[in-house]
């Protein structure tokens, strides 16, 4: 038996309004995903659980089979494990994502954040960005007093690891859910420590406004990388064995560090694609070659798709239907088809990690819709894949027993 996990981040959303009160998932056209959910099973499933805020840190690490409000001590520090970043007894790590802030001469404070990813920043742009505030003099001094490690990745999440750190009592905001707002009341409050934060926010706009990197953007009719933001905080995490819960070795087919992080903390393999972005133009024919052969090696596999998550944040709901549609068309499609003519057996979980609304370009925290599906039965339920479907079924409000439900362990144990 094959078991495959798959997980369109941030596609499921609210009726809206322009779509005549459909969501996205109503609206896309999603052939295979419906025949999967009408000879499957739906639900709808609490990922994130209060007080927890809702975002795929908590989300995913529901999905993967822990329990949030027992295993979640932030979200950087899974980000790091999957880059190799070390750290120590005492350090923390920070998310501090390349940012576009509001151009012009007014104070910081009265910027707008325009992009939480600088219009989607990768490659050797987002490594020039950070090479520049690290060879800036004033600003490598500023990390140098704080204790602080800024480490370049090829995409807008850059991470710092602060050593003797403490973050008690300070207020950090994500960036992607206050997308046009003023950055002031945003900035990282609560006590004293968090002046450091807000202080190399501002530094690192004064750094980068005028800086080449950022002219030659705006040059190419791209978004600035102005500023910088800090989020994410925690400490070092060491998760449970997922082969000894569950009794599967596998494989994370993802762009994303946050959910290749995890699955390496648990004991699985990350598989990294060459040309995957977590954007809407990411190598979807390259991800489906890699799941089909992780597949064929392990009992387990998720694949992961960033792009519905990351097309609400922007603000294109046409994007956003397109990347639900190449999920069934590109990935789900062909990769169902070669298990099926090779006459695997299979069990399929497929769900939003949170939805990602229309209305607000960021998360919620509400149930998400689920399906479980079983290439040996057909339930006849005859119902398409979306929420209305989810909320018409079983409602699992402990989002970290669903994976059990997979791998049909109908007492499953929990870590």
């Known amino acids: 038996m094959k078991y495959l996990l798959v997980i369109g981040d941030g596609m499921a959303d609210n009726p809206v309004p322009e779509l005549g009160d459909k969501t996205p998932l109503q609206a896309a056209n999603i052939p295979t995903m419906d025949r999967l959910a009408a000879k499957g099973i739906m639900g709808s499933v609490n990922t994130c659980p209060k007080p927890l805020p809702a975002g795929s840190e908590i989300a995913i690490?529901?999905?993967?089979?822990?329990?949030?409000?027992?295993?979640?001590?932030?979200?950087?520090?899974?980000?790091?494990?999957?880059?190799?970043?070390?750290?120590?007894?005492?350090?923390?790590?920070?998310?501090?994502?390349?940012?576009?802030?509001?151009?012009?001469?007014?104070?910081?404070?009265?910027?707008?954040?325009?992009?939480?990813?600088?219009?989607?920043?990768?490659?050797?742009?987002?490594?020039?960005?950070?090479?520049?505030?690290?060879?800036?003099?004033?600003?490598?001094?500023?990390?140098?007093?704080?204790?602080?490690?800024?480490?370049?990745?090829?995409?807008?999440?850059?991470?710092?690891?602060?050593?003797?750190?403490?973050?008690?009592?300070?207020?950090?905001?994500?960036?992607?859910?206050?997308?046009?707002?003023?950055?002031?009341?945003?900035?990282?409050?609560?006590?004293?420590?968090?002046?450091?934060?807000?202080?190399?926010?501002?530094?690192?706009?004064?750094?980068?406004?005028h800086h080449p990197v950022t002219e030659a953007r705006r040059a190419a009719g791209k978004m600035p990388a102005n500023g910088v933001w800090f989020w994410a905080e925690g400490t070092a995490v060491a998760l449970p064995s997922f082969e000894g819960q569950y009794g599967h070795k596998g494989a994370v087919v993802s762009a994303v560090p946050l959910c290749h992080g995890i699955g390496a903390l648990r004991g699985l393999e990350m598989v990294e694609v060459e040309g995957a972005t977590g954007e809407l133009d990411t190598n979807y024919e390259g991800k489906m070659e890699a799941t089909w052969a992780k597949i064929n090696e392990y009992d387990f596999v998720c694949l992961h798709l960033e792009a519905p998550d990351e097309c609400t944040h922007n603000g294109d709901l046409p994007g956003k239907i397109q990347s639900i549609e190449r999920l069934d068309e590109r990935l789900l499609?062909?990769?169902?088809?070669?298990?099926?003519?090779?006459?695997?057996?299979?069990?399929?979980?497929?769900?939003?990690?949170?939805?990602?609304?229309?209305?607000?370009?960021?998360?919620?925290?509400?149930?998400?819709?689920?399906?479980?599906?079983?290439?040996?039965?057909d339930s006849a339920a005859g119902v398409p894949f979306d929420e209305a479907s989810g909320e018409k079924g079983e409602y699992i409000q402990d989002g970290y027993t669903l994976l059990g439900r997979l791998f049909e362990q109908a007492h499953c144990t929990t870590p």
């Open 61 to 209: 690490l529901s999905i993967f089979g822990c329990d949030p409000l027992q295993w979640f001590t932030g979200r950087s520090p899974m980000e790091a494990a999957a880059l190799g970043i070390p750290m120590r007894e005492g350090d923390a790590c920070y998310r501090c994502n390349l940012v576009s802030m509001e151009d012009g001469e007014m104070p910081y404070e009265e910027k707008r954040i325009l992009s939480h990813s600088a219009g989607s920043i990768s490659g050797e742009d987002a490594i020039a960005v950070v090479h520049a505030l690290n060879n800036d003099p004033e600003f490598a001094a500023a990390l140098k007093a704080a204790d602080m490690e800024l480490h370049p990745v090829t995409t807008f999440r850059p991470l710092v690891v602060q050593h003797k750190a403490d973050f008690r009592g300070i207020r950090f905001i994500p960036p992607h859910d206050h997308l046009g707002e003023v950055c002031g009341p945003l900035l990282p409050s609560g006590n004293e420590r968090a002046r450091v934060f807000a202080d190399l926010q501002r530094l690192a706009n004064k750094v980068l406004e």
């Open 333 to 377: 499609r062909p990769l169902l088809e070669r298990m099926d003519q090779a006459g695997m057996a299979y069990r399929l979980l497929l769900l939003s990690d949170h939805k990602t609304l229309t209305s607000t370009r960021g998360h919620d925290g509400s149930p998400v819709p689920f399906l479980l599906y079983d290439s040996r039965v």
